[in-house]
């Protein structure tokens, strides 16, 4: 079942690629006592998650901070290295948090999921944003399918 309103976060561990290497990062600690807008993509390096989907909440990092977000983090079932070379060339620096579920494990936990085998991409994320204030979600929107609209940087500015 898809993440809901009133939802805890569910507790996993997620991976972000560092200079010293790949580290775990808790669920909970990522939430625990923080406004965070979780936005997550079908993966890395593709079109409307590098042209539009991505760049979005860097270029709406500021306004996102100024109306309470503590911490702004892109998911993809992808490998941290993937997440931190995707981030190195989307020129992010501290504006948004690059996480990697690269076993799909907090993607299923959250309902999210998306079977894109027959495209040869395997499982994958949804495209979709949530925003969750100590670790419990206040707002989550789902894409349809090849749309871009619910889970955009200005989409989520709105219900702030």
Do not use: Y
Not at 65 to 82: H, L, Q, R, Y
Not at 93 to 99: C, E, G, P, S
Not at 137 to 146: K, L, N, R
């Amino acid at each position: 079942m898809t993440i809901q309103v009133g939802d805890s976060i569910p507790a996993t561990k997620l991976m972000q690629a560092t200079a010293e290497g790949p580290k775990e990062v808790s669920t909970e600690e990522l939430f625990a006592g923080k406004t965070v807008v979780l936005f997550g993509v079908p993966g890395a390096f593709t079109p409307t998650c590098s042209a539009k989907h991505l760049p979005g909440f860097v270029t709406q990092a500021e306004a996102l901070k100024a109306k309470g977000v503590d911490t702004i983090a892109c998911m993809s079932v992808n490998d941290a290295f993937v997440m931190g070379a995707w981030g190195r060339d989307q020129g992010i620096t501290d504006q948004v948090v690059m996480l990697a579920d690269g076993s799909a494990v907090f993607t299923k936990a959250l309902g999210l999921e998306l079977d894109l085998t027959a495209r040869g991409l395997g499982l994958r994320c949804q495209r979709f944003a949530l925003v969750a204030k100590d670790g419990k979600v206040t707002h989550v929107a789902v894409e349809a399918a090849g749309a871009f609209e619910v889970s955009k940087a200005e989409a989520i500015l709105a219900v702030l």
